[in-house]
């Protein structure tokens, strides 16, 4: 789960939180729409990559240092491990080349991580050695076509597209005070590496309350991109999330009582198509 600190007005503090299954969908959008082609099983495995947050997100458990939910960095190591062996299990029924790139995310993740040389991490990164040379072997060997030079751009491309769904969802400027998820220390090294490739800047930002033919309270923005990576341009994207004032919350039903959805939404432009400031 993202978990974003966010000030709407001078007396409206809230979490947004931001499913991780969702913003693996995101990436995956993202990724259906670079200019570079990339192959159907890598996009299936970066929208997908989250897939064994499921259950923990049925029922997150709450920080009790804060009275919210942990946010996905905040979690002991033992269970991001076991989190993401559900989601390299997931990314392997789609296929070799799947199993092969979301095992490489959470191992390149984990091997620059401070927790890299605990023994949980050691064995566990041993393991997933060997089964991403089974996995991009049995991958090569199933088609003419397929070759290491292929299957590491698209290990590139799923970290690209997880930072840029990381920064829609939880760095987008809102406009009061609010902290950026990239920003934590555990983030920002491995974040701005990959992302200092771009330009962003947030031309437009609003907030709609629900009405009889939206139901949905927004919020939107309009950022313009260069270089721009994606073959249309406006690109719209959107997602459901959930905001709940900042209180300390006994647990996950009181919290989610509390909680009411929220609607996300992007539209992203190359710096060249900029529209006026608005949503």
Request: contains cysteine.
């Amino acid at each position: 789960m993202i978990r974003r600190d966010v000030e709407l007005s001078e007396d409206e503090r809230c979490w947004l939180l931001i499913s991780q299954v969702e913003h693996a969908r995101l990436s995956g959008l993202l990724a259906r729409n670079l200019r570079e082609i990339l192959p159907h099983e890598a996009c299936e495995a970066i929208t997908h990559h989250d897939d064994g947050w499921t259950a923990w997100e049925a029922a997150p458990k709450i920080n009790p240092d804060l009275g919210g939910p942990f946010s996905f960095y905040e979690l002991p190591l033992e269970e991001s491990l076991a989190i993401w062996d559900g989601s390299i299990d997931a990314a392997r029924r789609l296929g070799p080349l799947a199993g092969f790139l979301v095992a490489g995310h959470f191992y390149n993740l984990l091997s620059q991580s401070e927790h890299g040389d605990e023994p949980a991490a050691i064995a566990w990164l041993a393991a997933k050695r060997k089964l991403r040379t089974a996995w991009l072997d049995e991958w090569i060997r199933a088609g003419s076509g397929h070759t290491l030079d292929q299957a590491k751009r698209a290990q590139q491309l799923l970290l690209t597209t997880d930072l840029l769904s990381l920064w829609l969802c939880g760095d987008a400027p809102i406009g009061m005070g609010d902290n950026g998820v990239l920003e934590q220390p555990t983030l920002k090294a491995r974040a701005y590496g990959v992302l200092d490739e771009f330009q962003f800047d947030s031309i437009g930002f609003g907030r709609k309350h629900p009405t009889f033919e939206n139901p949905n309270e927004t919020l939107a923005w309009v950022v313009s991109m260069a270089p721009f990576p994606f073959h249309e341009s406006p690109l719209t994207l959107s997602l459901m999330a959930h905001l709940v004032p900042v209180a300390e919350y006994n647990d996950w039903p009181q919290l989610q009582a509390a909680s009411r959805p929220i609607e996300l939404r992007w539209r992203l432009m190359a710096s060249s198509a900029c529209p006026p400031v608005g949503v």
